[in-house]
């Protein structure tokens, strides 16, 4: 009889995922008799016990379901950072979800269930796990774009739902031509084929080129990627501000996670995709800062500057799979932190889920000088501006495509960094201009729970621009992220 082998199911790499799980089964379970704000506090709790489990896996190498989920530091660096923006989320949500009419257990536990599929994103060691995350992460985003009831959710959930669908479509059409032309599933297996192209049949070839852009395309509703970007200014300005931060940090770099799995590891040595990919860096770096000037509306400013963020981010994965991840690891994390500062400012200031028109921030030095100073710290760092973090992020993205031979996407980049500072120091400057007109009216003022998050992200993109090794030297390991398809 042929001998049974035990599955190999080993629980401490599974250990990050469950902890979040468990936060968004207590939502689910005990929001008939706890309240929003107690289970709130919870799922804080197991985020950070989440955190501090990652902390324990690193070095260890470990993996589970014989490679399907990976535990390497380039996953344990990139799980941290969906952490950071999911405490971000969750702190801004104690003080913002009454008023965004949100303030339901559900909505803690979508936010954890999505945060469930991130971290499988970014634990992944094949495409079928990426897959499940992807769809877990991507089904309660839809849910928690429309949760608010209003017409203009609604209308957002609808746009995210379906162009969301067509991208997961295209995606698994892109999984299964990969399959096709490797016969395999897994990373590491996969990169073993493709980095030897001479044993494929040019049929295979082909295959392997058209499941690459396919896969491209995917991720490229997920990341707001130009042309797949037509929802995000319509779902990010449209939906609860709280979930604005959530939707525009932790999930993008969910999205980003999983590219850099699969383009940056699995995929590295395939023909075709990287090509198309500088075009279409090209095309969000144009479009995204382009249309951001044009804004009146502060929120909708913020909407384009991410996708505007997403070229940047995306001229990480031109680069070589060790410097290219390196500055991915850092630019995310900044941008992290810099976008969940600023929309802190805008969730605990804003009359309505509109957000609020350019002309009214001005004087707002005069009325809340804190979120002022902050939120011109962030708009400062959003820019490129030293000595803030952002800097020393778009240097990195910069050079990682420079020195992989895209010279002038990286010249393109830098000039349309100058429309850049056109609409990020604008409402700046407004800001600290004095304001002649009757007394505006503000949601509230500062509150303890928002006044961190705020605190936290200025804090840290100051640190990380004046001393950028703290987090750099972390990310800049070349091991990382060579041995990121387990090569």
Same mark, same amino acid.
């Given at each position: 009889m042929p001998q049974l082998v035990p599955p190999d199911v080993a629980f401490l790499p599974l250990l990050p995922i469950l902890l979040v799980l468990a936060g968004a089964l207590i939502s689910?379970?005990? !929001?008939?008799?706890? !309240?929003?704000?107690?289970?709130?506090?919870? &799922? /804080?709790?197991? +985020?950070?016990? %989440?955190?501090? %489990?990652?902390?324990?896996?690193?070095? *260890? *190498?470990?993996? %589970?379901?014989?490679? %399907?989920?990976?535990?390497? &530091?380039?996953?344990?660096?990139? *799980? @941290?950072?969906?952490?950071?923006?999911?405490?971000? =989320?969750?702190? +801004?949500?104690?003080?913002?979800?009454?008023?965004?009419?949100?303030?339901?257990?559900?909505?803690?536990?979508?936010?954890?269930?999505?945060?469930?599929?991130?971290? @499988?994103?970014?634990? =992944?060691?094949? @495409?079928? +796990?990426?897959?499940?995350?992807?769809? /877990?992460?991507?089904?309660?985003g839809y849910v928690l774009a429309t949760f608010q #009831?209003?017409?203009?959710?609604?209308? =957002?959930?609808?746009?995210?739902?379906?162009?969301?669908? +067509?991208?997961?479509?295209?995606? /698994?059409?892109?999984?299964?031509?990969?399959? #096709?032309?490797?016969g395999t599933l897994n990373y590491a297996a996969i990169a073993a084929k493709v980095g030897s192209v001479s044993n494929l049949t040019p049929e295979n070839v082909g295959i392997l080129v058209g499941g690459s852009l396919l896969l491209l395309a995917g991720f490229g509703f997920k990341i707001a990627l130009v042309p797949f970007h037509q929802w995000t200014p319509d779902v990010y300005s449209g939906a609860p501000t709280t979930t604005f931060l959530f939707l525009s940090t932790v999930v993008k770099v969910a999205a980003f996670a999983g590219m850099m799995r699969v383009f940056g590891g699995a995929l590295t040595d395939a023909p075709g995709w990287s090509s198309v990919l500088q075009i279409l860096t090209a095309a969000t770096l144009i479009i995204g800062n382009t249309a951001a000037l044009f804004q009146t509306n502060f929120k909708r400013m913020l909407a384009y500057s991410a996708v505007a963020h997403t070229g940047f981010?995306?001229?990480?994965?031109?680069?070589?799979?060790?410097? #290219?991840?390196?500055?991915? *690891?850092?630019?995310?994390?900044?941008?992290?932190?810099?976008?969940?500062?600023?929309?802190?400012?805008?969730?605990?200031?804003?009359?309505?889920?509109?957000?609020?028109?350019?002309?009214?921030?001005?004087?707002?030095y005069y009325r809340h000088p804190g979120y002022a100073v902050a939120l011109s710290v962030c708009l400062a760092s959003l820019a490129g501006l030293p000595p803030f973090a952002g800097f020393f992020g778009k240097y990195l993205a910069f050079q990682a495509a420079f020195q992989n031979g895209y010279v002038w996407i990286s010249v393109l980049a830098a000039v349309t960094s100058v429309a850049a500072l056109v609409y990020y120091l604008r409402p700046a400057m407004l800001m600290f201009m004095p304001d002649r007109t009757p007394a505006r009216e503000y949601a509230h003022g500062q509150r303890f729970p928002t006044t961190f998050t705020v605190g936290l992200g200025v804090a840290s993109i100051t640190v990380l621009g004046i001393l950028p090794n703290v987090w750099y030297s972390w990310v800049a390991n070349p091991a990382i992220w060579s041995f990121l398809a387990g090569r």
């Open positions: 689910t379970l005990l !929001g008939f008799w706890v !309240g929003r704000r107690t289970l709130t506090m919870i &799922n /804080i709790v197991t +985020v950070i016990l %989440s955190g501090a %489990s990652m902390m324990s896996l690193w070095n *260890g *190498g470990l993996t %589970s379901f014989a490679g %399907s989920l990976q535990a390497d &530091n380039a996953a344990i660096l990139l *799980g @941290l950072i969906v952490l950071v923006g999911t405490l971000m =989320s969750l702190l +801004v949500s104690l003080d913002t979800a009454w008023r965004e009419r949100v303030s339901f257990p559900e909505f803690d536990a979508m936010m954890m269930y999505a945060v469930t599929g991130c971290l @499988l994103i970014v634990f =992944s060691g094949d @495409l079928i +796990v990426m897959l499940i995350g992807l769809e /877990i992460m991507s089904l309660a #009831g209003s017409r203009r959710a609604e209308e =957002s959930g609808l746009k995210y739902f379906l162009l969301g669908a +067509v991208g997961s479509a295209i995606l /698994i059409y892109g999984i299964a031509f990969v399959y #096709g032309a490797t981010l995306a001229m990480c994965l031109l680069g070589t799979p060790e410097l #290219g991840g390196a500055a991915l *690891g850092y630019y995310l994390l900044v941008y992290t932190l810099m976008t969940g500062a600023a929309l802190a400012v805008v969730a605990a200031l804003q009359r309505t889920e509109a957000g609020f028109e350019m002309g009214d921030m001005r004087g707002l």
